[in-house]
């Protein structure tokens, strides 16, 4: 098994930053992808950025592109999230998930980390 665990959310003011964590043990030598995801408040989870557990390619949500940055470490197994300019509308909790090569949906999933943006 997989074990995920985020860390790094927390409270900020429009326009600031945050960088979530997310730190895998367990049986990682199969994982191939990493991902963040969202879920605001009464929305469905969506898909935030992604990137492979050895390089590129990186992909990222519309809503993301050019704000947040997605980075892995597979020696450390370690992915993060650097967010920027943050807006109200990103509030949400954050999860960090990662997925084995081959398979199409997320298998393994944290627990979550808060993100709110607010004054």
């Known amino acids: 098994q997989v074990q995920v665990a985020e860390s790094g959310g927390g409270l900020v003011q429009p326009g600031g930053s945050l960088r979530l964590s997310c730190a895998l043990s367990?049986?990682?030598?199969?994982?191939?992808?990493m991902g963040w995801f969202r879920q605001a408040p009464d929305k469905v989870r969506e898909f935030v950025a992604s990137?492979?557990?050895?390089?590129?390619?990186?992909y990222y949500a519309a809503f993301a592109r050019g704000r947040f940055t997605i980075s892995g470490n597979g020696a450390k197994k370690t992915v993060a999230l650097q967010m920027n300019s943050l807006k109200p509308e990103d509030t949400a909790v954050y999860y960090c998930?990662?997925?084995?090569?081959?398979?199409?949906?997320?298998?393994?999933w944290g627990q979550g980390t808060q993100v709110t943006v607010s004054s």
């Open positions: 998930a990662a997925k084995q090569d081959g398979k199409q949906d997320y298998e393994y």
């Open positions: 367990g049986r990682t030598d199969t994982l191939s992808d």
């Open positions: 990137v492979r557990w050895r390089g590129s390619p990186t």
